[in-house]
């Protein structure tokens, strides 16, 4: 069985911040699980999220590209909000970097005070046909460019064949 089949958003709603913890890969996959999540939260009037990262064994773009949305959303709210990314070890924190996204959001890569253990409820990921899923991408890989304009260069050819194929359908 793939490791994304394994790999879990276990989340805590109630608490404050809305804690997130990431179990196995974040990635294409399961991302929109967590994307559907937050924009709840969010119309809930939550505001403050921290997101636990120790084991979190890989993340792709995608699942950046939905951090980078949810921050540029939370900076848009009155007054803004935060989100935290918390325990993110040494090749997760690379890749944040890469992207530009520690700009955008707070990095704790120490030891966090926040308890992830009422974090019970797994995410579901929404069964979504090819289209959506190439939609869900796309916008994820948008949000990385508004996030840093560097990016454009990095993910040029992706975004093409994205565009081109939800133009297709």
């Known amino acids: 069985m793939p490791e994304a089949a394994n790999s879990v958003y276990l989340v805590d709603a109630y608490s404050d911040p809305v804690a997130v913890r990431i ?5 294409f996959q399961n991302s929109s699980s967590l994307r559907d999540f937050v924009g709840e939260m969010l119309r809930q009037g939550k505001q ?3 997101i636990d990262f120790q084991r979190c064994s890989t993340m792709d ?3 950046l590209g939905v951090l980078a ?3 540029l959303e939370l900076r848009k709210a009155a007054p803004p909000g935060s ?4 325990r993110v070890g ?7 970097r890469n992207l530009g996204l520690h700009r955008l959001l707070t990095v704790d890569v120490g030891d966090s005070a926040m308890n992830f253990g009422n974090c019970d409820r797994a995410l579901t990921v929404p069964d979504s046909g090819e289209l959506d899923r190439a939609r869900h991408v796309l916008e994820s890989h948008e949000h990385l460019i508004a996030a840093d304009e ?3 260069a990095k993910f040029q050819d992706v975004l093409a064949f ?6 297709q359908r």
């Open 83 to 86: 989100i935290v990314l918390a």
């Open 69 to 71: 949305g949810v921050a």
């Open 150 to 152: 560097g990016n454009r």
């Open 23 to 27: 179990e196995g890969r974040a990635c």
């Open 61 to 63: 773009s995608t699942f």
């Open 162 to 167: 994205l565009k081109n194929r939800v133009e």
């Open 48 to 50: 403050r999220f921290v």
């Open 90 to 96: 040494a090749r997760n924190l690379e890749l944040i």
